[in-house]
């Protein structure tokens, strides 16, 4: 028996546009080779940072990509977080959490709940502070719950840290895998001011480029530019031209209506096999992303559940730095019709440990 992973971030293969992103390496190393396998930047491939500013109008300086999201979170938070308060979220990403317990931050959480995030309560808590260094938010499609935060709590959160004169890192790289409901305004749209908006081209292009984008001020810009030269001495050219020629023909958005698609019907089948089976469980029935927490009876952990479970991998809330009781289950990362099976596997094994 095969085993079906629902653990981790990333995307089935047949999710990624392989054939068209080879042909868009091609055209790029035949326009600009030269530049491309030459040293660059450490703020990356110019013409891609001229575009994504373009998009966010803004200026192109203000615009660093990165060998992937995480590398340029760890240059940000490098040498500004040690015994500082950082608010996260709870549970959170766990790798961009392992950075930051690896970096001695204080952590001051804010409850994701199914009703709300429980801002009263983090309010009630940075009173007590000194100024926070900064606050990791994911507030469209968490990672790991897929909720999204309404504009309200948004602009609620962006006023207490504002007025803390707290820098919020936004988390926005699933943001544009929206595939049911509204769109929401980013909390960089609602105001630039002490927002670094974040983002990734893995989760809508392709993972294994490792394109991260930031936008910044020129002075955090600059700043991490120059780690980034003094870390790797370049970052990977090929893979910022490849998303730049894949974005200038028009493939980007045609790729998102596609794979939005797709991530949909994946949901549908994980919400559809979660049905009758998890008595006494809540799950969370994302609008977009790649993700959905699976709440098992409150004394139970997730990690019994998946020790026991045969044939099927998953992530555990504790090891996302929340709940023990929750279960991430990614529906994007098994082929589209291992989705209900991998979940029928969960449920064998809940049926045996679940509470009479």
């Known amino acids: ?26 055209t790029a190393l035949g326009e600009d080779g030269k530049r491309i396998l030459s040293y660059g930047t450490g703020a990356g491939y110019t013409p891609l940072r001229e575009l994504v500013a373009e998009r966010f109008g803004v200026h ?4 660093l990509l990165t060998n992937g999201w ?4 760890s240059f940000l938070i490098e040498g500004r977080v040690s015994a500082q308060s950082v608010i996260v979220e ?30 009263d309560l983090l309010e009630a808590h940075i009173r007590t502070l000194a100024k926070p260094a900064f606050a990791y938010l994911v507030p469209t499609f968490h990672n790991p719950t897929g909720q999204c935060l309404t504009e309200d709590e948004r602009n609620r959160i962006g006023l207490l840290l504002f007025r803390r004169d ?37 989760y809508t292009v392709a993972p294994g480029l490792r394109v991260g984008a930031f936008i910044l001020t020129e002075e955090l810009a600059a700043e991490l530019a120059a780690k980034a030269n003094a870390t790797y001495i370049t970052p990977t050219l090929l893979g910022q031209a490849t998303v730049f020629e ?48 699976l709440a098992l009876p409150d004394g139970m952990m997730a990690s019994d559940l998946l020790a026991r479970a045969s044939g099927v991998t998953a992530d555990s809330g504790g090891e996302l730095g929340g709940f023990p009781n929750i279960v991430r289950i990614n529906f994007a990362g098994p082929a589209k019709d291992e989705v209900g099976e991998g979940i029928s596997r969960l449920a064998a094994a809940y049926a045996a440990v679940r509470p009479d």
């Open 1 to 26: 028996m095969e085993t079906i992973s629902f653990a981790g971030d990333g995307l089935a293969p047949e999710l990624v546009p392989a054939e068209e992103l080879a042909d868009c390496a091609a």
């Open 60 to 63: 192109p300086s203000r615009v």
């Open 70 to 73: 995480l590398q340029g979170f």
């Open 90 to 119: 709870y549970p959170t990403y766990d790798r961009a959490l392992q950075l930051l317990f690896r970096q001695s931050a204080n952590l001051v959480y804010m409850d994701i709940r199914e009703e709300g995030p429980g801002i």
């Open 166 to 202: 707290a820098l919020i890192v936004e988390d926005d790289s699933y943001g544009l895998l929206r595939y049911a409901g509204e769109p929401i305004r980013t909390m960089f749209d609602l105001s630039e001011k002490s927002i670094v908006y974040s983002s990734s081209f893995s």
């Open 246 to 293: 894949f974005m200038r023909r028009g493939s980007f958005e045609s790729n998102l209506v596609r794979l939005t698609g797709e991530l949909l019907e994946r949901r549908d089948a994980a919400l559809a096999a979660l049905e009758g089976r998890f008595d006494g469980c809540t799950w969370s029935r994302p609008e977009g992303g790649i993700f959905l927490a």
